[in-house]
């Protein structure tokens, strides 16, 4: 299954930004999608996560402002990142956890996509 995440940029403070990811491959379902982000000399966190049910979480750094968001049919979704600062600059990667057409698990990382925002 692969990952391809697109959406990143350069952004002031204050401003907005939409990442998207689309999953790709022998895909039976999925039962959870996500972000992560690495900000510069920091862990990679858990920005934001959908599950199969459609409950959401977030870190709490980003609630209220960040929204994840799907489309179960087309295998995609999608993070819009609004009043955005510069603690959220990083590289962002999207995650998926699902299951093949034949029934193994999976779990994949999109390839991370620069969010840098200036002040």
């Known amino acids: 299954v692969q990952l391809q995440a697109s959406g990143g940029g350069l952004v002031q403070a204050g401003g907005s930004l939409r990442l998207s990811c689309a999953a790709s491959g022998p895909i039976l379902g999925l039962s959870s999608e996500g972000w992560y982000r690495q900000p510069p000399g920091r862990q990679h966190e858990l920005v934001a996560m959908?599950?199969?049910?459609?409950?959401?979480s977030y870190l709490d750094s980003v609630k209220g402002r960040f929204t994840i968001s799907r489309d179960n049919a087309k295998f995609t979704w999608d993070l819009q990142m609004n009043s955005l600062n510069p603690e959220d600059t990083a590289i962002y990667y999207c995650?998926?956890?699902?299951?093949?057409?034949?029934?193994?698990?999976?779990?994949?990382w999109g390839q991370g996509t620069q969010v840098t925002v200036s002040s």
């Open positions: 959908i599950a199969d049910d459609g409950s959401t």
């Open positions: 995650n998926a956890v699902g299951r093949y057409y034949a029934g193994q698990p999976f779990t994949s």
